[in-house]
T-cell receptor, first 113, second 114 residues
Framework: SQQGEEDPQALSIQEGENATMNCSYK?????LQWYRQNSGRGLVHLIL?????REKHSGRLRVTLDTSKKSSSLLITASRAADTASYFC?????????????FGKGNQVVVIP | NAGVMQNPRHLVRRRGQEARLRCSPM?????VYWYRQLPEEGLKFMVY????????ESGMPKERFSAEFPKEGPSILRIQQVVRGDSAAYFC????????????FGPGTRLLVL
């Protein structure tokens, strides 16, 4: 089954710096999504990029997708202390009506004020 | 529009008891998904349901676990005869009929089995 894997798994940066994290997967996908999870909370959907898209922006977020390398990256620009969280990539699809998401283990990002 | 709601938020059970986790999808959403998250891990898919139908339960353990999404009322994830290894956070997500790629998650139920 599809499985996202993020790299690196832990990142500590100063407020105002950019944070980049990567995700790789193993099989063909229809889309790839990034989620944020604050400690002890649920997941917040950040952005979805479809397999026919290469780059997408949303506010301070920039996501790229390289289907030839089966990888994606999430860039958070001008980070803030409130960006401290775990970030997960998840691959999904509509194959046979199934929309299950396969999550990676997550990147822990700490933004130091 | 309220988000996905889950209750209880925390649940403590002793080994051998039953755990019932409830999920109310976002208004207008008819697709529900359950995921389990073990400590320091990502989420693992368990089951995908539409109203009154189980579409994909390939991630569910074969025994003790069951899920339903009745015509009326919330979706229920039921764990019978809980064991310590069932301790985890259980998340529910929902999506719309149209454009159902994006799944919106609830706050989760944290189950602790003593």
């Amino acid at each position: 089954s599809q499985q996202g894997e993020e790299d690196p798994q832990a990142l500590s940066i100063q407020e105002g710096e950019n944070a980049t994290m990567n995700c790789s997967y193993k099989t063909s996908i229809n889309n790839l999504q990034w989620y944020r999870q604050n400690s002890g909370r649920g997941l917040v959907h950040l952005i979805l990029i479809r397999s026919n898209e290469r780059e997408k922006h949303s506010g301070r977020l920039r996501v790229t997708l390289d289907t030839s390398k089966k990888s994606s990256s999430l860039l958070i620009t001008a980070s803030r202390a409130a960006d401290t969280a775990s970030y997960f990539c998840a691959t999904g699809g509509h194959l046979y009506g199934n929309n299950r998401l396969a999550f990676g283990k997550g990147n822990q990002v700490v933004v130091i004020p | 529009n309220a988000g996905v709601m889950q209750n209880p938020r925390h649940l403590v059970r002793r080994r051998g008891q039953e755990a019932r986790l409830r999920c109310s999808p976002m208004k207008g959403h008819s697709h529900v998904y359950w995921y389990r998250q073990l400590p320091e891990e990502g989420l693992k898919f368990m089951v995908y349901l539409q109203k009154e139908n189980i579409i994909d339960e390939s991630g569910m353990p074969k025994e003790r676990f069951s899920a339903e999404f009745p015509k009326e009322g919330p979706s229920i994830l039921r764990i019978q005869q809980v064991v310590r290894g069932d301790s985890a956070a259980y998340f529910c997500a929902s999506s719309q009929d149209r454009g159902r790629e994006t799944q919106y998650f609830g706050p989760g139920t944290r189950l602790l089995v003593l």
